[in-house]
């Protein structure tokens, strides 16, 4: 996973059309009505921005992890919802355009979060010892190129030809999620006579950090009385996390293979994870 086509090239490109095909499912309206729910909005931005980074710091704490996968838990933790977490919760019935609206709010503050956490983690954890750095004010540029400027693409072109947005959307969706897949299968793929060491590395702590966080943005969400639908999406939006740009920040921005082992681990247990919480609140809802 060293500089290669893949994070040089593959990976920043696909992260640009995933965040495009974002923006063509995103109004300006959407964020006016996320500010119409201020609860939802806060409790959502408290359990991802800070509850599920602290989750990450405690869990490499509590289990020792080597310090370039303790920076690894962190990165994925920083990073933002994504594709995946907006399916799960349109197929346990939670409220999708609260969802899509958090993936997108926290979308456009991460660029700037990221680099600055990421940074200190990796002074807490690697100290003085490491070749590698992220340089905070080049890295808030790339990322908003690679992040913000595509979903404002493609909100304009939502504006202005609505019905293509729509179809192309769709197929941008499906592509994200499945791109994510493909990118894991090559990184397998690629370091196979290693997988089993990625999994004693960051297996457990990447489960413990998927379905902690999993239950803690419901349990979050129950405890401040939302409603169901709203404590779904809030649920998924903390607990299932974009693989995808952790994997960038990792292995194109930082360039460190070993960092990305637990965005690899972390997004194939998601998405398993993601399918068990969803069938626990589908059938808490029929036994209601």
Known sequence: MSPDLLTKVILPLSLFLIMFGMGLSLKLADFKNVAKSPKAL???????????????????????????????????????????????????????SLSISLTAVVSVITPFTIPILAALSMSYFMGNSTEFNLPIAKTIIQLLVITVVPVALGM??????PNMASKVEHYLRWFSILFLLLIIMLIVLKNKDNILDFFAQAGLATLLLNVLVLILGYQLAKIAKLPQPQAVSIGFEVGIQNGTLALLVAGTLI?????MVPAVTYSLFMFLSGAIFGWWINKKATNV
């Open 42 to 96: 806060s409790i959502g931005l408290i359990g991802q921005m800070v509850l599920l980074p602290i989750a990450a710091f405690l869990i490499a704490i509590a289990l020792a992890l080597p310090p370039e996968i303790a920076v690894g838990l962190i990165i994925i933790a920083l990073a933002p919802g994504g594709a995946t977490s907006n399916m799960f919760t349109y197929l346990s019935k939670g409220d999708t």
């Open 255 to 259: 360039g460190n293979e070993v960092m």
């Open 156 to 161: 304009f072109v939502l504006s202005r030809w």
